[in-house]
């Protein structure tokens, strides 16, 4: 079983930057690709972005690219966001995901594995 911890979270105000990291425990943690999503309130869950455990693909959701980098350590079995230029509208519960196929990726559906979630709330 694959736990998937996520940390780094906090408030900070517009224009900052903060870096969130996802530790995985449990079996080897050798996924296909992880994930950050994130909930805003009275919202629904939206992709954020991935990354592929193997090789360098990355993939962004609109709002934030150009200002979020996904990065991984494979020998801590960690995945960071890095966040810069950060906005009001970037408030929201964080989570991690992971999962052992390359289907939907940028779905919810498509990750078994997750994390409880980190909060992060800009301030304007």
């Known amino acids: 079983q694959v736990q998937l911890i996520e940390s780094g979270g906090g408030l900070v105000q517009a224009g900052g930057s903060l870096r969130l990291s996802c530790a995985a425990s449990g079996r080897t943690f050798s996924p296909a690709v992880v994930a950050w999503f994130r909930q805003a309130p009275g919202k629904e869950r939206e992709f954020v972005a991935y990354?592929?455990?193997?090789?360098?693909?990355?993939s962004y959701a609109d709002s934030v690219k150009g200002r979020f980098t996904i990065s991984r350590d494979n020998t801590k079995s960690t995945v960071y966001l890095q966040m810069t230029s950060l906005k009001p509208e970037d408030t929201a519960l964080y989570y991690c995901?992971?999962?052992?196929?390359?289907?939907?990726?940028?779905?919810?559906?498509?990750?078994?594995?997750w994390g409880q979630g980190t909060q992060v709330t800009v301030s304007s």
């Open positions: 995901a992971a999962d052992y196929t390359l289907m939907s990726m940028t779905q919810e559906s498509g990750y078994h594995y």
């Open positions: 990354i592929r455990w193997s090789g360098r693909t990355t």
